[in-house]
């Protein structure tokens, strides 16, 4: 967007920072792409971007891909991060949404596009330069991609840009990728104690129970909540729950393998919240070694990791962290430990109440390990 330019100005106000009521946009889309849409915002007010139908921007528009990364720049400002939800070539949305302010042409922005966990930033655009390496005084003029061979350099050293712009607005160092080429050939150890956890019926049962507490109440704050597969059936059985997400969605600069596997995962339809490995029927050991895997593979996410398990185990949990392979990742300060009790009184504060309930509380609730 150009500084100077008033209309765009108004229009990034109204269907961007202030986002639009979903009546509004679902009454001139086809039954498809309003159940896409639903599944990703529900009921919450959506960002909403458009551009003209010019043979450039079209070509454009058609590599734009769900899940693709999004910036939304002011002259020499990156004002807003996120990801494309979906996309729509349409007239009729164009013209309820954007009013041609000047002049008197009757152009409007046809190619429209959805926007998830937009963030506003406000961060330079020469830090943008610098990670794909473009001149200090690069500047952008209208709709612009990324060339391929950018995109791969990028990605063959970092893992994900809306974590690491995120980053470099906190002041924080951000990670170059380990090769993780090896990462398979290992097999998480299995102690004898780790066995007779797994046959205690009454462990495992507390196990469920842990997880269905973390489902109940990252629910309540708003998030779509993830578990494996194979734990679905017994959560079902248990308390009769079913609505699970059939698959973990694409979208987040992670392979999935990495992620849906970890006991519980708090997340937007492009962004994880929070992670949580439910640690007293299996070892804590492979519990941590999901989570060394995560942060190998995407050291730039800035999401939280927790470790539940009872007080008991936290004496067990801190010996492990001084294995050298979570040792030299600093292992004990990206990760948190969130007590069973603890975990218990959140749970029964918030039975009749969702106020202030977020991953920050969580937080607040946990430990470093140390």
């Known amino acids: 967007m150009a500084p100077v330019n008033y209309e765009q100005m108004v229009h990034y ?34 960002a909403v971007w458009g551009s003209r139908n010019t043979d450039s921007n079209r070509s454009k528009f058609e590599r734009m891909q769900s899940g693709d990364d999004i910036l939304i720049v002011e002259g020499n400002t990156i004002k807003l991060l996120g990801k494309v939800a979906d996309k729509t070539i349409n007239s009729d949305l164009s013209r309820e949404l954007w009013k041609n302010i000047k002049g008197k042409t009757k152009e409007g922005w046809d190619l429209i596009y959805f926007i998830a966990n937009p963030l506003e930033i406000n961060l330079p655009f020469s830090e943008f330069n610098k990670l794909f390496g473009y001149k200090s005084n690069y500047s952008l003029r209208g709709f612009t991609s990324i060339s391929k ?107 999935a393998k990495y992620v849906e596997n970890i006991d519980v995962v708090w997340k937007e339809e492009f962004r994880i919240d929070a992670a949580f490995e439910v640690e007293n029927t299996t070892s804590i050991y492979s519990g941590l070694l999901r989570f060394s895997d995560l942060k190998i593979i995407a050291p730039n996410s800035i999401y939280p990791l927790f470790i539940v398990a009872p007080l008991s185990k936290r ?36 039975e009749s109440s969702t106020s202030g309930l977020n991953v920050n509380l969580l937080v607040g609730k946990s430990k470093v390990i140390s």
């Open 13 to 46: 106000e109204d269907t961007i920072k202030n986002r639009v009521a979903p009546d509004r946009i679902y009454k001139y889309l086809n039954f498809n792409l309003q159940n896409g849409l639903k599944h990703i915002f529900g009921n919450k007010l959506i």
């Open 149 to 255: 061979d950018r995109l791969e350099k990028f990605y063959s050293k970092y893992d994900d840009l809306y974590s690491i712009l995120q980053r470099i607005k906190q002041g924080d160092e951000f990670i170059v990728k380990e090769d993780t080429s090896l990462m398979d050939d290992y097999a998480a150890e299995i102690t004898a104690e780790d066995i007779q956890e797994i046959l205690d019926d009454s462990e495992l049962s507390e196990h469920i129970k842990m997880q269905w507490k973390l489902i109940r109440l990252g629910l309540k704050a708003g998030s779509k909540v993830w578990i494996p597969k194979n734990d679905q059936s017994r959560i079902t059985k248990e308390f009769d729950f079913t609505d699970f997400e059939e698959e973990f969605v694409t979208g987040i600069d992670v392979p």
């Open 315 to 350: 004496g067990r949990l801190i010996e492990q962290l001084k294995r050298p392979t979570f040792r030299k990742i600093d292992f004990d300060k990206k990760v948190r430990y969130l007590s069973f009790e603890s975990l218990n009184e959140i749970d029964k504060f918030f």
